[in-house]
């Protein structure tokens, strides 16, 4: 019996891509791209030229290079981070330029917590409108000034870290901050987004601050107008966090598209110019877990609630406690105990209608069409149980003093 070919031969192998009889030429398939397998290509390749490039050994893997503060009181115990992690990221709106949409310096008018759920390779996002109804202590009571206006100004983060783990019962593992300039020179930094505009952003018509509707590759300058204009909504700032989710999905599948000195840009730009208190040795792991993810895992919420006033009169967002309570147990609280509504420290103004308590969306819903903030995910089988694992942690973070310092 003849030996087995070789596959790298000329002349051996599989015949399969052959020509025509009598033409022995091999023709090359192209596979289809796995979008999955490029962005852990791509990213294990950043993270080892980073590496490289900082020279950093162990003790500097395992540093807080980025100047974050310490929130470790409001984080949960090491044995669940393991498991799953809290993420708040937060887009500071430190914009002097009066145009803008408003001058006041550093409202956080984006606030998500990312809950990362390393077991089953899932991550969920919820979006806390800025307008988000907080209490009296503020004047005007919203969750976009308890940042930059709190107790705590050398480090302003952990005012907003303290008030959502107080009133969400929710530890905070981590943050991530980016102000409006980053954010814009991160996006032109991997060459714009690629995403369908539904409809005509006029941001600043008389300025040409215009976007077209249809597919548009959107610049830094543009991608911002997108997520800041709600002028236009019937909504007001409701239809800016749907919009917003309409972005994010783009950018993550931007993102599978990059190539590796893209990536290297963009992780330089946003060594200097981002804060957070994750080590090099965190960015690593995670980035190696959201390779991972099935953009169809990926799922984005809106704090349940309903626009409405507060006792002053301000237009607000007030909060719905039982079902939020029944999100975060849900959602991100995939290993510890449920939380009642009774032991958040929400106030909830008014519960008049319920047309905003089911908002979830997943990532490649939104990729497919879907309409943003119209539910596409309560009638699916929820996979995750609210009741964690059974060790009865504290699910509310491991400080228990909340307080400003």
Same mark, same amino acid.
């Given at each position: 019996?003849?030996?087995?070919?070789?596959?790298?031969?000329?002349?051996?192998?599989?015949?399969?891509?052959?020509?025509?009889?009598?033409?022995?030429?091999?023709?090359?398939?192209?596979?289809?791209?796995?979008?999955?397998?490029?962005?852990?290509i791509i990213l294990s390749s950043v993270l080892a030229v980073v590496i490289l490039l900082c020279g950093v050994g162990y003790a500097l893997?395992?540093?807080?290079?980025?100047?974050?503060?310490?929130?470790?009181?409001?984080?949960?115990?090491?044995?669940?981070?393991?498991?799953?992690?809290?993420?708040?990221?937060?887009?500071?709106?430190?914009?002097?330029?009066?145009?803008?949409?408003?001058?006041?310096?550093?409202?956080?008018?984006v606030i998500m917590i990312v809950n990362f759920n390393f077991e089953k390779s899932e991550a969920t996002i919820l979006q806390v409108p800025?307008?988000?109804?907080?209490?009296?202590?503020?004047?005007? *009571?919203?969750?976009?000034?308890?940042?930059?206006?709190?107790?705590?100004?050398?480090?302003?983060?952990?005012?907003?870290?303290?008030?959502?783990?107080?009133?969400?019962?929710?530890?905070?593992?981590?943050?991530?901050?980016?102000?409006?300039?980053?954010?814009?020179?991160?996006?032109?930094?991997?060459?714009?987004?690629?995403?369908?505009?539904?409809?005509?952003?006029?941001?600043?018509?008389?300025?040409?601050?215009?976007?077209?509707? *249809?597919?548009?590759?959107?610049?830094?300058?543009?991608?911002?107008?997108?997520?800041?204009?709600?002028?236009?909504?019937?909504?007001?700032?409701?239809?800016?966090?749907?919009?917003?989710?309409?972005?994010?999905?783009?950018?993550?599948?931007?993102?599978?598209?990059?190539?590796?000195?893209?990536?290297?840009?963009?992780?330089?730009?946003?060594?200097?110019?981002?804060?957070?208190?994750?080590?090099?040795?965190?960015?690593?792991?995670?980035?190696?877990?959201?390779?991972?993810?099935?953009?169809?895992?990926?799922?984005?919420?809106?704090?349940?609630?309903?626009?409405?006033?507060?006792?002053?009169?301000?237009?607000?967002?007030?909060?719905?406690?039982?079902?939020?309570?029944?999100?975060?147990?849900?959602?991100?609280?995939?290993?510890?105990?449920?939380?009642?509504?009774?032991?958040?420290?929400?106030?909830?103004?008014?519960?008049?209608?319920?047309?905003?308590?089911?908002?979830?969306?997943?990532?490649?819903?939104?990729?497919? *069409?879907?309409?943003?903030?119209?539910?596409?995910?309560?009638?699916?089988?929820?996979?995750?149980?609210?009741? *964690?694992?059974?060790?009865?942690?504290?699910?509310?973070?491991?400080?228990?003093?909340?307080?400003?310092?």
């Amino acid at each position: 019996m003849a030996n087995r070919p070789n596959n790298n031969s000329n002349g051996g192998g599989d015949q399969r891509g052959r020509g025509p009889a009598g033409n022995s030429k091999r023709l090359r398939v192209k596979k289809p791209v796995n979008k999955k397998k490029r962005l852990t290509i791509i990213l294990s390749s950043v993270l080892a030229v980073v590496i490289l490039l900082c020279g950093v050994g162990y003790a500097l893997l395992h540093t807080n290079l980025f100047g974050g503060a310490d929130i470790t009181e409001y984080s949960s115990p090491k044995k669940i981070q393991d498991k799953s992690v809290n993420i708040l990221v937060c887009g500071i709106d430190n914009d002097s330029d009066p145009a803008a949409e408003h001058t006041e310096n550093e409202l956080t008018d984006v606030i998500m917590i990312v809950n990362f759920n390393f077991e089953k390779s899932e991550a969920t996002i919820l979006q806390v409108p800025r307008d988000t109804y907080i209490g009296s202590d503020y004047p005007s *009571g919203k969750v976009n000034a308890v940042y930059a206006h709190g107790d705590n100004q050398k480090e302003k983060i952990k005012n907003l870290v303290g008030l959502l783990n107080d009133q969400f019962a929710l530890p905070i593992d981590h943050y991530v901050t980016i102000t409006m300039e980053t954010f814009r020179e991160a996006i032109d930094a991997i060459g714009g987004i690629d995403m369908n505009v539904p409809y005509q952003i006029d941001y600043c018509a008389p300025e040409g601050k215009i976007i077209p509707a *249809g597919q548009q590759k959107l610049t830094g300058q543009q991608a911002e107008w997108f997520v800041r204009w709600r002028d236009g909504y019937a909504e007001g700032d409701i239809g800016r966090v749907k919009a917003q989710r309409l972005f994010i999905s783009a950018a993550m599948e931007e993102l599978t598209t990059l190539n590796s000195s893209q990536m290297i840009k963009l992780v330089k730009l946003c060594y200097d110019k981002v804060e957070t208190d994750l080590t090099m040795a965190d960015i690593l792991a995670y980035a190696q877990e959201a390779s991972k993810l099935d953009l169809a895992k990926v799922e984005m919420y809106m704090v349940p609630g309903e626009p409405t006033y507060s006792d002053d009169g301000l237009s607000i967002y007030g909060i719905h406690k039982d079902e939020l309570a029944d999100l975060l147990n849900q959602k991100f609280r995939p290993h510890t105990d449920d939380v009642l509504a009774e032991n958040l420290n929400v106030i909830e103004v008014s519960h008049e209608y319920d047309y905003y308590d089911q908002n979830g969306n997943s990532i490649q819903d939104l990729l497919d *069409g879907h309409t943003p903030g119209k539910d596409s995910l309560s009638d699916r089988e929820d996979t995750t149980s609210g009741t *964690g694992d059974g060790s009865g942690e504290d699910s509310s973070g491991t400080g228990s003093d909340t307080g400003e310092e």
